[in-house]
């Protein structure tokens, strides 16, 4: 059997608050050079790498004078762009992801479906606002332009936590194994997943 080609997106985006460059390998091995501006998010989109078998170059900055909403929306952007561009019409893949995650107290669960139907349901409560210096409600605003971006159907939940890192560490792990698991090759179909055809 012939190998399957790598599978890629690559995005540039440039505004008057953001200058990002982004490569995306779904069929890498866990290789991340990321750098945001945002520590924080550096470290999250790591884990996702790390977790999901992708390989993930980030080069970005933004106006984090301000504040660092526009650098993770964007990055948000990038990230669901370069997923859907990588899997082109969403032929040959399982579709579906699933994948539940423990770090310590904490257990959070996501569910995805690439299915050019983008929808988020974000099922987090953190007990605080910030983690250090990053603003924690950004996490949905980076997970809301994802999923909008990439045509993807996600849904992120809390079982229970009360560590708003470990929280938003499960997430970004059980995103990067459920994407992993969505994307992976379906060995039963070449075409999209739908009894319509098409996605």
Do not use: W
């Not at 650098?71 to 997923?83: M, N």
């Amino acid at each position: 059997m012939a190998a399957q080609p790598l599978r890629l997106g690559k995005i540039n985006r440039k505004t008057k608050e953001t200058d990002i460059s982004l490569t995306l390998s779904l069929d890498g091995s866990g290789q991340a050079e990321i750098k945001t501006g945002v520590p924080f998010m550096d470290h999250m989109l790591t884990l996702f790498a790390v977790h999901g078998f992708f390989d993930l170059t980030i080069a970005a900055s933004g106006d984090t004078e301000v504040d660092d909403h526009h650098s993770v929306e964007d990055l948000g952007i990038c990230l669901g762009q370069a997923i859907k561009q990588a899997l082109a019409d969403f032929s040959g893949i399982k579709r579906y992801g699933f994948s539940a995650v423990p770090m310590d107290e904490t257990l959070v669960r996501v569910t995805l479906d690439c299915s050019n139907r983008p929808y988020l349901h974000y099922g987090v409560s953190l007990v605080d606002q910030k983690v250090g210096d990053f603003d924690t409600q950004l996490a949905k605003e980076f997970f809301r332009a994802l999923a909008l971006h990439g045509g993807i159907t996600l849904h992120v939940e809390m079982a229970h936590g009360e560590n708003t890192h470990h929280i938003l560490e499960a997430i970004f792990k059980a995103f990067g194994r459920a994407l992993d698991e969505a994307s992976s090759h379906a060995s039963r179909t070449s075409g999209p997943l739908s009894s319509k055809g098409s996605l």
